[in-house]
């Protein structure tokens, strides 16, 4: 597999590529990788389709693009650290999920980006398609840095500098108060991100909040959830959203710092989901880098 077999085709007129040509279950060169590293910046999802993958190979690909996070379920509720998340309504024996693990995650049906709640959060998810419903569960993704792109200079002006409070908690029970365990409500605080926040090999600046966001340093409540809202639903309005239907043999990777994605609905009694995922810490070694740097 060479560069010169590889193929890149926009998805959305925003945002987003289809790569052909790759065989993510194969080591790949280093001009193959340099060529996806370079297109996940550009374009903030890739999706590659009719791939036979299986995990240690989601994990090597993870590994490429710098140091996978521990999945935050099984971590933050038993201390297990794993680096494969299980998404959708099958468990890791192949039996349904458990009613709390389904109405938890009815939670990433609301717009967010992943692990925006950790001090250092997640810059890329790889998420690998192995089952999925006949109807429903599909993805929908937006592009925060379009949406910037898009705002008046007031606008960005009140929001540059701001500083948001992720809180894992305040979102997953707004779905439910037993969506989250004693555990993680002992050991998952809120963190402090940039509302605003620059890729450092484009230069690019975007948007950085969702559903994890319940608060504005400086700012009262009612205000900074109306705020919130606005540039939300700037986000994530009709035309700019890419909806994707999931085929089994689909991966699909995106940059958590400059796209909002939310899960859609299904008939969870009816139809099989099962899908796996990993995520690429993003670079940082401390609260202070995350918040004043990508």
Known sequence: MTDATVAIAPLHAEFGARVVGVDLSKSLDDG?????????NRYSILLFEDQSMNDDAHLDFT????????????????????????????????????????????GNEMWHSDSSFREIP????ILAAYEVPDEGGETEFASARSAWARLDDATRRLVDGRIG???????????????????????????????VRQNPLTGEKNLFVGSHVRAIEGMADDEARALLRRLIDEITRAES???HRWRAGDVMIWDNRCVLHRGCGYDEAKFRRRMHQTRVRCRGTSLAETVSSD
């Not at 997640?122 to 998810?125: D, P, T, V």
């Not at 979102?171 to 963190?191: C, F, I, L």
Request: hydrophobic share 35%; glycine share 6%.
């Open 32 to 40: 193959v990788f340099e060529m996806i590293d370079t297109a996940i």
């Open 63 to 106: 590994r490429r693009f710098g140091e996978p996070e521990e999945e935050h379920v099984s971590y933050y509720s038993s201390g297990k650290i794993t680096y494969i998340g299980l998404v959708g309504n099958v468990d890791a024996d192949g039996n349904q999920a458990t009613s709390r693990r389904v109405k938890s995650a009815r």
């Open 122 to 125: 997640a810059m890329f998810s």
């Open 165 to 195: 409070i992720h809180d894992y908690i305040y979102s997953r029970t707004q779905v439910g108060a037993d969506a989250v365990n004693e555990s993680q409500r002992s050991y998952m605080h809120p963190v402090r991100q940039r509302l």
């Open 241 to 243: 959203v890419y909806r």
